[in-house]
Nanobody, 124 residues
């Protein structure tokens, strides 16, 4: 059974840092572009960052540019989202998703598998 799982969320004070992980079971992430998304209460889901299959191309939403870093570790079959200088407006459930082909969604991909999400709360 194909499964994608996020971890690393939690409660952090403004200005703090968290690293989210996206891991897969039953398949390798090397064959996929990966997108990170978030959804805050009462808001639509939005794209946060993405990384190409090779890891050579990354992209960030303007709201997180300079604060978040996406990376991938093939040996661990994991994609990370390092989040620094967190703000209360970063509070949301964060999701990762795999993209096997180009499309019209975030970063020009078409996303197929999604994780269940991990909660990030930024509050003092």
């Amino acid at each position: 059974q194909v499964m994608l799982a996020e971890s690393g969320g939690g409660l952090v004070q403004p200005g703090g840092s968290l690293t989210l992980s996206c891991t897969a079971s039953a398949f390798t992430l090397d064959y996929y572009g990966i997108g990170w998304f978030r959804q805050a209460p009462g808001k639509e889901r939005e794209g946060v960052s993405c990384i190409s299959r090779s890891g050579g191309t990354t992209y960030y939403a303007d709201s997180v540019k300079g604060r978040f870093t996406i990376s991938r570790d093939s040996g661990k079959n994991t994609v990370y989202l390092q989040m620094n200088s967190l703000k209360p407006e970063d509070t949301a459930v964060y999701f990762c998703a795999t993209a096997a082909r180009d499309g019209s969604s975030w970063c020009g991909y078409e996303y197929d598998y999604w994780g269940q999400g991990t909660q990030v709360t930024v509050s003092s």
